[in-house]
Every structure is written in structure tokens, then in C-alpha cells.
């Protein structure tokens, strides 16, 4: 529906040189004689495919057209208004076309230069279909797309529907597509990041609720053997407000009560929306560290590196408190130990919290021995959300 077919008739180089080996001199220079290119090819009633000529060189004033009687009409090969870039010319096949194959000659000054078939498919009924192949991951974005090139079809409203996504989704007609204007889309249509394994109906309804086509979607977190089930993750780990996560560490990193610290964590692949969920616990802390992908180190760091302040309580007793981190949805769970004083923090300075702390880090991260860049609390703006590409797009 969506993928350029494209057909070229392949024509070999005739004369002496593949006749008995024989070589004749004059035809074996003759160049290769002109043909037609089809994009698109194989249209269904109601599509357009797209025409060209190849090793024809143009002549003055000679006109070259398409003819087929397929068209509605011949069809100039030199109108500007019916060239498509790199595809030639559009040519429309009827809604009132019978499957088949027709011939296809293009003609120019009234001669015969280059002939070909166009195979016209039978019609096909209203269809949905999710991008992509396989099974999807929870939390990932699917693209639907739905197709109601039909004899009688004339709705302009459509909505998707299933138990597998959070509300109903609006299909939109594609803006892009000259070969099929019935053509409707959703991109980028999110699979809840607790959606459980299995397989979920996708229906289109019109605007009166009547329903147009029906498809299924399959669900699953990645398992044993697939290259995302665990990815590689180390941590936590922990560092300073005023440190670096490129000098943390999981083991006697020390902090004082009612100040702020930061909490590391890397993993090689998260599960898909994982990246946005990521959080540090520990009952030192006031509340859970929410963990962002590190946008100044992180894309330089193998496992991708996200790290997140926390602010450990107030009149905490001291003692060796667990920091947790659970992931790949409860299938990792890693805890390591800080150790909570009084006094003043590794890499903190003095215990007792600033007037101008907000509980974020005061320092970023540009590399290793880059030195640091103060953005105060600014440095929010630069916590974004990684987002995975495979996604569409």
C-alpha cells in the first residue's frame, strides 16, 4: 500500500555480440533502444502509477504521449502538471476499470517509440493495516494505516479502535499520497508501557460507528534471546551535586542528611518507554530519583547513561541505607549502599543544605576533563526524554 513498485523492462543489447559471437560493428554500437518505466505498477482500480521513458532523447517539437485503453484519456508525457518527481507522469487508472492486463504504448509525433502491459489487480475491500512486522513491544508507537479504495467508498471520517490503546485514535488522509487518495493515517499511536502480552483487535468505524475493517496486533516484552530482553545495566551508582557521574560509585559514597546527591544508572537497551519511567528509590530518600537520559554524556556513554537528583531527608538517623532501582518491568532489580552522616558529603561540601539549592545539580557535563558548566536550574531544560528510534519515524 505504501511501498513504490516500481517496474523497469529490462532490454538486452542486441546485434553481433550475442549472435553465435560474432561481432558486428555497426549494430554493436547502436545504444539500447528506448523503454518504459512503470512506479506503482500492478494498480488497483481507482490508483495512479507513474510513467517514464528511458533512452529516448527528446526532439523538438515532437510530442511524446501514453496511450492505453485503460486511461480515460492519452496522456501527455511533457505536461508539467502531470510530472511526478522521479516517477514521470501521473497516470490515473479509472475506479471503473476491469482487472487485466492492457497494452501501453508511448507515441511520439504520432510514432510508436516504447510498448508495455499495465496489469491492473482486482479491487480490494477496506483494510487496516500496523506498520511493521512481528510482534510490537509494550510501550512502543505503532502507525496504522487504512485503506478504503473501494467501488462506493466516499467516507472522509474514520476512527480506530482498540483494548490495546489508551482512547480512540482519528485516521487522517494522507496528504502525500497521488497514487491512492484513500489513503488514511495514524502515526505514532502509543502502546501503553503495562500492556500485557497478547493479541488485541484493531477496528476502523466510519462516522455513523459503522465498522469498516478489522485487524489483529500482537504484544509482547522481549524475551530470552531477543537482543533488548535485559540489555546491560550497571548501578546505581552515586555522585555529588557538584561532582561528575563519570567519577560515581557504587560503594562508599557517603552523604550528609538533608542534602542533595545524584543517582546513576546505565542500561544498553530499556525496554521501550522504559526510558521515561526509570526511577531510584530508598527510604533515605524524600522521594523516588526520577532518572533522565543524560543529554551532554549520555549519547557518548556504552550502556546509554541517565542519572537524576535525590534529596535524602532531613534529621535522617545515620546509617548504610539501600538505593533500588527495578527496570525491564520488575525483571532487573539492582540495590547498592550510601551511607547517610551528619556531617559534611563526598563531594558536597558542607552538610547543611545551600539557601540557593533547589535539588538540582549545579553542574553538566560536557567530557571528561571538559571541566564543568554552571546552568543553575536550568539544567532541567536539558533532561529530555530519549526516545527510540524506530520511531514513526
Known amino acids: 500500500m505504501r511501498a513504490s513498485r516500481l517496474r523497469m523492462v529490462a532490454v538486452g ?63 501527455r508525457m511533457d505536461d508539467p502538471a502531470a510530472k511526478v518527481d522521479g516517477l514521470g507522469v ?30 491492473v489487480r482486482p479491487p ?10 512481528g510482534a510490537q513491544r509494550p510501550g ?12 462506493g467508498e466516499t467516507g472522509d471520517s474514520f476512527t480506530a479502535r482498540s483494548p490495546a490503546f489508551t482512547s480512540p485514535v482519528r485516521l487522517t488522509r494522507g496528504k502525500d499520497s497521488w497514487n491512492n487518495t484513500r489513503v488514511f493515517s495514524a502515526l505514532n499511536v502509543p502502546l501503553p508501557f503495562t500492556l500485557h502480552d497478547g493479541t488485541y483487535p484493531i477496528w476502523v468505524t466510519d462516522g455513523d460507528g459503522r465498522r469498516k475493517a478489522r485487524t489483529r496486533l500482537v504484544v509482547h516484552s522481549p524475551r530470552p534471546g531477543d537482543d533488548d530482553y535485559l540489555g546491560r545495566t550497571e548501578g546505581p551508582a552515586f555522585f555529588g551535586r557538584t561532582g561528575s557521574p ?54 557518548e556513554e556504552d550502556p546509554p547513561l541517565f542519572w537524576g537528583p535525590a534529596r535524602i531527608k532531613p534529621g535522617l538517623k545515620p546509617g548504610s541505607y539501600p538505593v533500588t532501582v527495578v527496570s525491564h518491568r520488575g525483571r532487573v532489580k539492582k540495590t547498592s549502599y550510601l ?24 553542574a553538566l557535563w560536557a567530557g571528561a576533563g571538559a571541566g564543568a558548566l554552571a546552568l543553575g536550574a536550568a539544567a532541567a531544560v536539558l533532561l529530555v526524554r530519549r526516545r527510540r528510534g524506530a520511531s514513526l519515524s
Open 339 to 362: 551511607t547517610v552522616t551528619q556531617g559534611q558529603s563526598q563531594g558536597q561540601g558542607q552538610g547543611r543544605r545551600p539557601a540557593h539549592d533547589d535539588g538540582l545539580p549545579t
Open 90 to 119: 501521473k497516470a490515473p487508472i479509472p475506479m471503473s476499470a476491469k482487472p487485466g492486463s492492457y497494452p501501453l504504448v508511448i507515441k511520439a509525433g504520432g510514432t510508436v517509440v516504447a510498448r508495455d502491459t499495465i496489469d
Open 246 to 299: 563519570l567519577d560515581s560509585r557504587d560503594k562508599g559514597f557517603t552523604v550528609a542528611a538533608g542534602t542533595t546527591m545524584c543517582v546513576k544508572w546505565q542500561d544498553a537497551s530499556p525496554d521501550p518507554g522504559e526510558e521515561e519511567r526509570l526511577t531510584a528509590t530508598s527510604p533515605a530518600f524524600q522521594a523516588p530519583a526520577k532518572l533522565s537520559f543524560d543529554v551532554l554524556k549520555g549519547h
Open 13 to 75: 543489447v542486441c546485434g553481433g555480440v550475442l549472435s553465435c559471437g560474432v561481432m558486428a560493428g555497426p549494430a554493436a554500437a547502436h545504444a539500447d533502444p528506448p523503454t518504459i518505466s512503470q512506479a506503482y505498477a500492478g494498480p488497483r482500480p481507482g490508483e495512479a502509477i507513474g510513467i517514464g521513458l528511458i533512452n529516448y532523447a527528446p526532439k523538438p517539437g515532437v510530442h511524446l504521449v501514453a496511450e492505453s485503453p485503460v486511461f480515460a484519456a492519452p496522456i
Open 124 to 133: 480490494r475491500r477496506p483494510s487496516i493495516e500496523v506498520d511493521g512486522t
Open 140 to 151: 512502543t508507537r505503532v502507525r496504522l494505516f487504512f485503506d478504503d479504495l473501494y467501488p
